[in-house]
C-alpha cells in the first residue's frame, strides 16, 4: 500500500506549502514516513516503489477540471500509463482563474487517484516550442512518453500546422480523444511520425463544458454532476466563477480620435462652424478670432458617427511680454510672470456639443477630455503655467467646471467689475490622477446607466477634494479609456499588425505582456498577449513592500518561464512608469532567463521613470510625458473594497476578498506632504463616501436584476477583483453584510477623529 502511494504523498507535500505551521505538519509527516521506512526494511525488507514505463502528459487550462477531465485520465492510467496533468498558461485568449487555484482544484480532483499527478508548477512546457519538448523528453528518458490532446487541438493548433522539424509535437507518440461518432482525422495523423492510440469519449461525459459550468454556476445551479462535489463546495465557498466570460475581451479602435489644426484653416473653421457651434450667437465672432490671433486647434472627433466634430479647444503659446496685451491686468500680469520665466500656454476657449445632439452617449465630458490633451501635450514641452481666457469675455458653466476640477483659479482682479472668464494654475509639479474606476466593475454592470452615472459624478467629486491638497497646482485627470486604446495603437504598430482583429487570426512576432494593473484580463488585436501577474505586497505595518507575483498566481520565476516559452520578444506594458518598482524586479530575470525586449510601452512617463529606464537600459516610449511629477492617483486604489494595495495576512477575513490597505484615512496616513491637514481629511472622506455611493447604487441595481442582496461574499459577482481593507489580524468582517455598510462605519470613525487630525 505504501509503494502505491508514496509518489502521491510525497508530491501533495511540496504543493501548497502554507505558512509556519504548515512547515511543522510537514515536518511530522516526513517524520512518521521516515520511521516507517526505517521499521520496514529493519523487519519487513527493502521498501521497492512501483513505477511504470509509459509516461502520458496531459497539458490543458483545466479551468475548471471537470468530471470529463477526470474520466480521460482514469482511462489513461488503467492502459498501464502514469498520468502528468500540466495546467496549460499557453491559451492567452482565455480569461482563465490563478494558476495556483486551478491547480488546488486539480488537486482535489485526483486525490483518489494513485497514478495520476500534477505535473511540476516550475517547468512549463508549450507544445508549440520544440526546446520545450526536447526539455520534456529529457524528464523521462527512459518512458516511452506520449503527449494526451482533444481531437480537435490536432485540426486547430498552430503547433499541429506548422512543418514537422527535430522535437516538434510531430515526432512525439499521441493519445487523441475523440467526441462519439466524430470522424478519424487521418489526414493530420499522417505528419505524426509517433504512435497513436485513439479513445473515445463516453457519451454521458459529452456535454461537459467549462462553458455549462459556468452558466449554472451564475444562476447557483448544482454542478456536482459536471465536477467533483469536493471541488464545487470548493468553487461556490471561494466565490469562483460568477459572471466571468470564458474568453478575454479583445481592445478595439475608441469612439473618438484627436486631431490637431491650424486656426487660419478655413476649410476647419467652416466645419467647426457648421457642426460644434452650430446656433451660437457668437460663432462667427468666435472663428474670426481665432484666425486673427492663429490659435492652433485640438479636435475631438466622433468616429462612430463619421469623424464628425464633438468639440474643440483654441490655444496658443504667449511670452511675458505678451500678458498685459491678454490679461488687460498690470497687477495679474505682473503675478504671472513672477510664476513663470518660459512662454505660457494661453487656452482661448473650450467648445463642445450640447447634450442631445447624439455624441453624449458615445463621448463623455468633451470639454474635459479637449483640456486635458491640450494640457497633456504642452507639458511635454515643459510648459510650468498655462492661462484661460475667454475670447469672448465669458465662458459657459460647464467650462468653468472642467478648468476649477483640473486645478484651475480664479485669480484677484484689479477691477472688481471685471467680470472675464480668467483661470491660471501651475503645471510645474502636477497630480496625475488615472480615471479607470469603469475597468473594475463587471457586466451588466459595468454598462448600466445608474451605475455609470455614479461613477461619472464620483469622479468629479474626487476631482474637485484633489484640488484642495495643493491649491492652484494641476491635476491632470486622464480617462484609462484613452490611455488604453493609445497604448493599443502604439502596441500594434510596434508589432506591425493592425489594431483591428484579423480574420483569419495573424499574429505580430512580439508579445504584449503586461505587469501591472493596465490591461489586465484584455487582449490587443492580432497580439500573443500575455500579463506577468505582480503584486506590490506591504507589511502590515506599511513601512515596507516587496513585488510579488499576485495572489494565487505561479512565482515570478514560473512566469518567466512562461514567458520564456512563447519564444517571442517582449513589449512590457504598464500605465505609470515614476519609481519603477515592478521593472527593477523584473528586468534582471527577464534578461536572465534570456527573454529580448523590445520596449517598455506606458501610459504615463515622469523624468525620475525615464532616469531609471536609462539606468535599466531600457528602451521606453509613454502616451504622456511629465517631466516633473508631484504625486500619482490611481482611482481604484482609492476606494475600499474595490482597489487598493495587498497586505500581507496569513488568512482572508473573507472568502476571495484579499487583505488590502487603501492610502487614506482612516485605514493609513496618506503619504502626502505640504498639504493641509484638513485637504487631507476632506479627500479621505471623498473616497469612502464615492465607495459607499457607487456601493449603494451597485447593490440597488444587483437587487433589482437577481432579487437578493449584494453583501461581501457575494462581491466577485459586480466588482472583477474586490479586496477587503486590512484591519488587523483579529479584526472579523461578516459577509452577509453589504460593503456600503461597512464604509458607513469607516467614514464615521474619520468624522470622530476629525477635530485631532485638523488640529493636532
Known amino acids: ?146 503527449i494526451v490532446v482533444g481531437s480537435d487541438v490536432i485540426h486547430n493548433a498552430s503547433s499541429y500546422k506548422k512543418d514537422p522539424e527535430e522535437n516538434s509535437i510531430h515526432s512525439f507518440n499521441h493519445i487523441v480523444f475523440r467526441r462519439p461518432g466524430e470522424a478519424h482525422p487521418t489526414e493530420v495523423y499522417e505528419q505524426i511520425t509517433g504512435k497513436v492510440v485513439q479513445l473515445e469519449l463516453p457519451q454521458e461525459l459529452e456535454d461537459i463544458s467549462s462553458t455549462k459550468i459556468r452558466e449554472n454556476i451564475d444562476n447557483h445551479r448544482d454542478i456536482s454532476s459536471l465536477i467533483d462535489p469536493v471541488v464545487q463546495e470548493y ?63 485640438l479636435i475631438l472627433r466622433n468616429t462612430v458617427e463619421g469623424e464628425r466634430p464633438a468639440g474643440f479647444v483654441s490655444y496658443r503659446e504667449i511670452g511675458n511680454e505678451d500678458l498685459f496685451g491678454v490679461l488687460k491686468d498690470m497687477e495679474l500680469a505682473n503675478l504671472v510672470r513672477g510664476k513663470s520665466s518660459r512662454e505660457i500656454l494661453l487656452i482661448t476657449g473650450i467648445y ?90 463587471k457586466e451588466p454592470f459595468a454598462s448600466n446607466p445608474a451605475v455609470l452615472d455614479a461613477v461619472e459624478k464620483n469622479h468629479k467629486k474626487l476631482q474637485i477634494a484633489m484640488t484642495k491638497l495643493y491649491p492652484g497646482n494641476l491635476v491632470l485627470s ?152 508631484r504625486q500619482w492617483f490611481v482611482e481604484s486604489t482609492l476606494y475600499p473594497f474595490i482597489g487598493g494595495d495587498t497586505v500581507r495576512r496569513r488568512d482572508m477575513k473573507v472568502a476571495g476578498l484579499q487583505p488590502s490597505v487603501n492610502m487614506i484615512l482612516p485605514y493609513a496616513a496618506p503619504r502626502l506632504s505640504g498639504c493641509s491637514r484638513e485637504a487631507l481629511v476632506e479627500f479621505s472622506a471623498c473616497c469612502i463616501e464615492n465607495s459607499r455611493d457607487l456601493f449603494q447604487v451597485l447593490e440597488a441595481e444587483y437587487r433589482k436584476m437577481y432579487a437578493k442582496n449584494l453583501t461581501l461574499s457575494r462581491l466577485s459577482e459586480a466588482v472583477i477583483l474586490p479586496l477587503c481593507p486590512d484591519k488587523g489580524s483579529c479584526m472579523e468582517y461578516d459577509e452577509n453584510l453589504a460593503a456600503s455598510v461597512y464604509l458607513e462605519n469607516d467614514l464615521e470613525t474619520l468624522w470622530r477623529m476629525k477635530e485631532f487630525l485638523i488640529k493636532g
Request: net charge neutral.
Open 235 to 297: 468553487i461556490y465557498h471561494k466565490g469562483m466563477y460568477l459572471r466571468e466570460p470564458e474568453f478575454k475581451p479583445i481592445l478595439r479602435a475608441k469612439a473618438i480620435a484627436f486631431e490637431n489644426a491650424a486656426g487660419r484653416d478655413r476649410e476647419v473653421l467652416d466645419e467647426l462652424g457648421n457642426t460644434v457651434l452650430y446656433g451660437h450667437p457668437d460663432a462667427q465672432a468666435i472663428l474670426t478670432k481665432i484666425q486673427v490671433e492663429n490659435d492652433r486647434l
Open 1 to 146: 500500500m505504501f509503494s502505491l502511494c508514496a509518489k502521491k504523498l510525497l508530491f501533495l507535500l511540496n504543493e501548497n506549502k502554507g505558512g509556519e505551521l504548515s512547515l511543522y505538519y510537514r515536518a511530522a509527516t516526513l517524520s512518521h514516513i521516515d520511521r516507517f521506512i526505517a521499521h520496514y526494511q529493519l523487519f519487513g525488507g527493502l521498501v521497492e516503489t512501483r513505477t511504470r514505463e509509459k509516461i502520458a502528459f496531459f497539458p490543458g487550462t483545466f479551468d475548471p477540471f471537470t468530471l470529463s477531465h477526470k474520466e480521460i485520465a482514469k482511462k489513461i492510467q488503467e492502459l498501464g500509463f502514469t498520468v502528468f496533468l500540466a495546467i496549460d498558461e499557453f491559451s492567452w485568449s482565455k480569461k482563465t482563474q490563478p494558476h495556483l487555484v486551478r491547480r488546488q482544484i486539480v488537486n482535489m480532483s485526483i486525490a483518489d487517484e494513485f497514478y495520476v499527478h500534477l505535473f511540476p508548477d516550475n517547468t512549463p512546457v508549450n507544445i508549440a516550442n520544440p526546446a520545450d519538448l526536447r526539455r520534456l523528453k529529457e524528464m523521462f528518458p527512459t518512458e516511452e512518453l506520449y
Open 352 to 441: 463642445a456639443r450640447e447634450d442631445g445632439t447624439g455624441d453624449s452617449g458615445v463621448i463623455r465630458d468633451a470639454p474635459q477630455q479637449l483640456l486635458v490633451e491640450v494640457l497633456a501635450k504642452e507639458l511635454e514641452k515643459n510648459y510650468s503655467f498655462a492661462l484661460f481666457v475667454a475670447e469672448r469675455g465669458t465662458a459657459t458653466k460647464e467650462v468653468v467646471y472642467v478648468l476649477e476640477r483640473q486645478g484651475f483659479i480664479r485669480p484677484h482682479m484689479a477691477d472688481e467689475n471685471d467680470k472675464r472668464t480668467i483661470y491660471m494654475v501651475d503645471m510645474h509639479e502636477p497630480l496625475m490622477f488615472l480615471h479607470n474606476l469603469d475597468t473594475t466593475i
Open 478 to 629: 486622464l480617462s484609462s479609456g484613452i490611455m488604453y486604446h493609445r497604448l493599443v495603437d502604439r502596441i500594434t504598430a510596434l508589432n506591425d499588425v493592425p489594431r483591428e482583429p484579423l480574420v483569419p487570426r495573424r499574429l505580430g512576432k512580439n508579445m504584449c505582456v503586461p505587469f501591472g494593473k493596465i490591461l489586465r484580463g484584455k487582449v490587443v488585436p492580432n497580439t500573443v498577449t500575455k500579463t506577468l501577474h505582480t503584486d506590490k505586497v506591504y507589511e502590515p505595518d506599511l513601512n515596507s513592500f516587496t513585488i510579488e507575483p499576485f495572489p494565487y498566481y505561479s512565482p515570478l520565476k514560473s512566469q518567466i518561464e512562461t514567458i520564456k516559452s512563447f519564444d517571442r520578444p517582449v513589449i512590457l506594458v504598464d500605465d505609470l512608469v515614476h519609481t519603477a518598482n515592478r521593472l527593477q524586479v523584473l528586468v534582471p530575470q527577464l534578461r536572465e532567463d534570456g527573454i529580448p525586449i523590445k520596449k517598455v510601452v506606458v501610459g504615463v512617463l515622469s523624468g525620475y521613470g525615464r532616469d531609471l529606464m536609462q539606468c535599466l537600459k531600457v528602451p521606453v516610449e509613454s502616451i504622456y510625458s511629465m517631466p516633473n511629477l
